[in-house]
């Protein structure tokens, strides 16, 4: 059975740091596409930062240079690290995993809310 639980969420001052993990059981993180997306209110869930095979990260334009993706395949473990943070990154962030080889086959957390407020 394949479960992905994320934690590291809560609220932050804009500015500030979070540091989002995600657990993997049931999947091999090489044979997956991992990443992370986001979902805020009214809006639809968007792609943040994704790790694709051979480590290289794509991230969305909003958090270049703010959020790095990274990941530890012996533990089955993704992170987010998220620095300055904004209001406007306030949303509740997701864990993917996305087969590699096979189609149609991925996976979702249950996600974690982050919130940027003063």
């Known amino acids: 059975q394949v479960q992905l639980v994320e934690s590291g969420g809560g609220l932050v001052q804009p500015g500030g740091s979070l540091r989002l993990s995600c657990v993997a059981s049931?999947?091999?993180?090489?044979?997956?596409?991992m990443g992370w997306y986001r979902q805020a209110p009214g809006k639809q869930r968007e792609v943040v930062a994704v790790i694709i095979r051979g480590g290289r990260a794509n991230y969305a334009d909003s958090v270049k240079g703010r959020f790095t993706i990274s990941g530890d395949n012996a533990k089955n473990t993704m992170f987010l690290q998220m620095n300055s943070l904004k209001p406007e990154d306030t949303a509740v962030y997701y864990c993917h995993a996305n087969h590699a080889l096979r189609v149609g086959v991925d996976y979702w957390g249950q996600g974690t809310q982050v919130t940027v407020s003063s």
């Open positions: 049931g999947v091999d993180f090489r044979d997956y596409v």
